[in-house]
Structures are given as C-alpha cells and as structure tokens.
C-alpha cells in the first residue's frame, strides 16, 4: 500500500516515528507498505517509490528533506497526482466548516483512497456523508483519533462490542477541563490559574474557550453519536455549558459528598455537555488530563475506558486505524 | 456455521438468549447460522437441522427440550458426531487439569472445529498447546470470557492496540474479592462477615478459597501473560498472597492516606497477585464486584478498562467472540 500523510503537525510526525520504528510488524501485514507523500500547507514531498521514513523522522520541516520537496503546491494536488491507496489526514481541525481536512478527504475517497483521520472537523460537518461516500467507492474511513485521544473507543464498540447495544455514552472527553478542574479540586487553585497553568505547559488549545467554553467536548458528543448510536446530529443540537461558572465553593460542597465535578459529555434521549457531579468513586471519576468513556450497553451493562485524551498518545490510535486498513485490503486483495 | 454449546450452566442459557434474541444481527454475518447441538454433564440435545432457539431458552434442563436428547451420552461423542464448525465450551472451571473442557477443546481444534470458550482450566493448562493446534488446523480459539467476565481485554489489545506493545499489566482481576474489600473499606464490615455476604449474594464461588486465596486471580494473570505479553508460563510461576491478611486497621490507615488496598494481579519482570495500595484517585481504583484491567503500552502508554468480571455480563465477550469467528469464516470462504 501506498500512503500519504496530509499535515505534519505532531501527528503526522510521530505517526512517521512509528511507521519507521514498528517497520517489521507492518511488513508482517503489507510487506509492500511505503509512505509516498507527506504535505503541509506550505507544500509537499512526493514520491511514488517511497519516502525515507529514517530521514523523514528526523526533520523538523518537510523543505529539510532535500530533494522531492515541492514547494508552494497544495495538498490536494498531491492526492490527485500520487497513486495512493490510504491517506491519513492530520490537519488542524475547524469545526465551522471542516476545511481544509473536508475537501481533502472528499477527493481522497472520491478516487478510491481510503483515510484515516485525526481531525475532528471533517466529521462534525459531514458525518453521514463521508461514511456513505467511503461506502459507495469501497473505501474505509476511520477516524478513532478524533475522540478521546488513545482512547480506542471506536473500535472497541466495533470489534469488541459486536453483539452489544449501546444505550448511552457518557464521558470526560476534554483534558485541558479535566486538568483545569483537577487542579481546582485537589489544589484549591483558581479557575484563572488553572487555566493560565494549563496553557503554559502546553495543555490548552491557544483559544482556550474552545476547551473550556465545551465546544471540543461537543464535537466529540456529535461524533460519537453518529457513529455509536446511529443517530445522525449535528453541533447544533448539543445543548454546552462550559466550566466557567465553577467555583471554589461548588468544589468543596462537591468535595465534602465525595463528588467531584466533571465535565461531562452525555448522549442519550438528549446530547449536552455540562459540568456533573460524578461519585468519586465512579470509574468516570478520572482526573489531570485522562479522558473516560462510560458505555452503557444491553448485554455487558456498564464499560469504560480511561486512558490519555489528546497529545502524542493518539498516534496510537491513528496507527490502530492504519493496520485496520491494511489488513482488510489484504484479506480483500 | 453450526455450533455446538457444550455445558448449559448460566453462560450456555444466556447465550442461547443473546442468539435468539440477536438472530437478525447474527444473521446479517451468517444467514445459516444455527445452534445443533447442546450438552450438559448428563447428556446432549442434537439436531443437525438447528435447535429451536426460542424452544431451547424456555427450559431449565436439556431433558425437558423433548426430542433430539441423548440421555447418559457424552459432549464428546457430540463434538466427534456432529457436523459443527464452531463449539462453545462453557463447562465448569478445574484448574489442576482443566478438565473436561481441556478434552472437549483438544477434540474440537483436532476436528476442525472453532473453539470460543469461557472456561479458565484449558487455557491455564495448556495455553501454547492449545494456540497452536488452533493454528495448525486452521481454526480459531478465542476466549475473552475467561479474564475478567465482560471486558474485553484479549480484543482490545488484539483488535484497539494493533500498533502498541504491551509493556506491562495490572489489574483487579476478582470481583468477590473487590466486593469484599470495598465492603470491608466503606463499610467497616469484618473480612468473615463481608465474605458470608458475598455467598449469600452468590458474588463468591462455593469454594470459596479460590476467590479469597487469589487462585482465581492468578489463573487469569497466567493466561493475559500467555495471551497479550508472548509469555510461557505456567500457574506455578505466580506469586500469590490472598487477602486472609488484610485487617480493618490496615484499610483505616491507607483511608487516611488516600489509598484503598485492592487485590492486584500484575504482569511485569515477575507474575504476582497480592493486596497492594491503590492511590483513590487512579483509574485502576473501582469497587464493588467491578474488575478493572491496566495496560501500559509504548505508544497509549495508559489504557484502563473496566466493567463486571464475572457474571451474566460474561454473555458480551463470548457472544463478541462468536461473531468474530462468523465474520473471519465469512471472509475466508
């Protein structure tokens, strides 16, 4: 298979780590398996016989790979030149309209490539289209980064929940809150410091309303609907209250029930993201910057899965959905 | 497919159950899916043309069914007869030898036949053995019943975590002890008394050494050991201490700490099971009969899965791995 990687941000960039450190177990699958192209939005590296993922690791920007650099040319223009069979899209995610990441991946299954994405943007605005889209050309679209970082939640449901109905989801599906919030809890610090500290190491997105304001956890609320529980919702009909109005004194009245207040994504007969009282005895109970989803389903009744929610953790996720497309276009071909 | 359930203790009715009611789903994989046959200790039902499911979930006893049962015949005279692919083995637990189901699997993937058990005996026994003969006659064995009940740890790891390594395991492993325990550290209840209602409640085995000694907990370290971490060993190889020891006066003093004691079963250089400090606020830290499983990989780093271990739930991962072997048999046919 031939790949290309859209974006080489963080992730585009340990996904290229990955692919060069687990070679050996790629091959086990794809023994031809080469990366053919990596772009930004400056320009992008081509080439069909494959890149060199030694050197590719070790660069900070794609102009320092040498030669097979074109610069000033558009992403789009590589997926419509390379002969790819897989694109990871990596861009930076846009929740108003899902651009750039929406029309690169409605080219790349448009021409049969399949896509693993990242980015949140794309399936907000266009969920139900881009999954009838890859099914209508015989594609996959996996997209188990977008939610929860690590968190395979996704393909939990798909493979390991095969026979169970989801009823409910519920979950901590932010980690800049959930750090913020964390910190307010057990330090007693204020929200503005909480916050300010969350932005200087790094936590918080640079617009922090986006976190904290409940808009990232939205998004996910949305994804995760559509794509657990069948029901085809946009942005617009989760009901957000952000984690601004928190205060000290909420935190210790929680503190003195043993509760602790989480934001919380819950979707069920409504989708809403507001900060809850959770037991803190609850396995959604989980603190810094983990994430937690809470399943709630017929047959295994209640799971959940607790693990990092953003950051370099997710190339874990985005590899997970690379060797899923590998191995079913093996067992196709 | 025709499958044979061999033991018709709660997991092979609730299975039944879980069939019949999910038959269109099941259907939608495998259109000439159908149960042929079923045997407890006593004797078998079979009917090469399908067992009435809707029939067969009604009944307490096999006798009762009314044709198609061989009374005083033996599941293994079932399993050479019949003409299945697949054969569920739910008999009862024996970990010195792992009989009878060691038998009926070894005669099963010696056959042809899938095997999906839920039974811990075999796979403590005789783990490489039995992975082999599965590969070497082309069949599958799976067996996400038999840790942990109703997580789904084997197809997390083999389907979510493609790309990660599993460096080390952890986990409460027990829910009898866990209740006991948290009853034990909320309650203020006596080890006896929280273990007399544990029995009552039927949330302990009849033996009930086997849960409170940590055998239990050790025979499922050994096969996550065998299964996710490409160990060899064996029962005998596990460090085991129960929680006989764990008094009121340790529990009150890790409370004041913010720890909780829990027994762990873990999987690192060496293979132990044995109360240790939990600290409250880790996502390992759940209580009740809840079992919970912690991986740490290269890439996730930190994966937490928690549901029930033991119970009715169980029905989800032996019903996920029924359909995980319709769907590869599917696609290789």
């Known amino acids: 298979m031939k790949a290309l990687i859209i974006g080489f941000g963080f992730i585009g960039r340990d996904l290229v780590k990955a692919f060069y450190e687990k070679k050996d177990a790629i091959r086990k699958i794809d023994r031809d398996f080469k990366v053919i192209g990596v772009s930004h939005s400056k320009g992008y590296l081509h080439n069909d016989e494959g890149l060199d993922l030694q050197r590719l690791q070790h660069i900070k920007n794609l102009e320092d790979?040498?030669?097979?650099?074109?610069?000033?040319?558009?992403?789009?223009?590589?997926?419509?030149?390379?002969?790819a069979d897989l694109m990871v899209e990596a861009t930076p995610t846009r929740i108003k309209d899902g651009e750039p990441g929406l029309t690169f991946i409605r080219k790349?299954?448009?021409?049969?490539?399949?896509?693993?994405?990242?980015?949140?943007?794309?399936?907000?605005?266009?969920?139900?289209?881009?999954?009838?889209?890859?099914?209508?050309n015989g594609c996959e679209l996996l997209y188990e980064g977008t939610v929860a970082g690590a968190i395979p939640i996704f393909s939990l449901v798909r493979e390991c929940l095969?026979?169970?109905?989801?009823?409910r989801i519920s979950g901590i599906l932010n980690g800049t809150t959930n750090y913020i919030l964390s910190r307010m809890y057990f330090d007693e610090m204020s929200f503005e410091l909480a916050l300010k500290e969350a932005q200087e190491r790094g936590i918080s997105e640079r617009d922090s309303s986006y976190d904290v304001d409940g808009i990232d956890?939205?998004?996910?609320v949305?994804?995760?609907?559509?794509a657990l529980m069948n029901r085809?919702?946009?942005?617009?009909?989760v009901e957000i209250t952000g984690i601004r109005g928190i205060t000290q004194e909420a935190l210790s009245l929680a503190k003195k029930s043993n509760f602790a207040i989480k934001l919380i994504g819950t979707i069920d007969s409504t989708l809403e993201v507001a900060p809850k009282l959770v037991p803190i005895n609850h396995p959604l109970c989980v603190h810094?910057?983990?994430?937690?989803?809470?399943?709630?389903?017929?047959?295994?009744?209640e799971i959940t899965l607790v693990g990092y929610g953003a950051g370099r953790e997710t190339v874990s996720a985005v590899l997970n959905d690379v060797l899923t497309v590998l191995r079913k276009k093996k067992k196709a071909a």
């Open 108 to 136: 790349a299954l448009n021409s049969g490539i399949s896509v693993v994405t990242s980015n949140k943007g794309p399936l907000v605005v266009a969920f139900h289209e881009l999954t009838r889209l890859a099914e209508k």
């Open 65 to 83: 790979y040498g030669s097979s650099y074109h610069a000033g040319e558009s992403s789009l223009g590589l997926i419509e030149k390379s002969e």
């Open 162 to 167: 095969q026979g169970d109905r989801v009823l």
């Open 217 to 220: 956890a939205a998004c996910k």
């Open 222 to 226: 949305v994804i995760l609907a559509n």
């Open 232 to 237: 085809n919702v946009k942005f617009e009909d």
């Open 288 to 301: 810094g910057t983990l994430n937690a989803v809470h399943l709630e389903t017929d047959l295994a009744k």
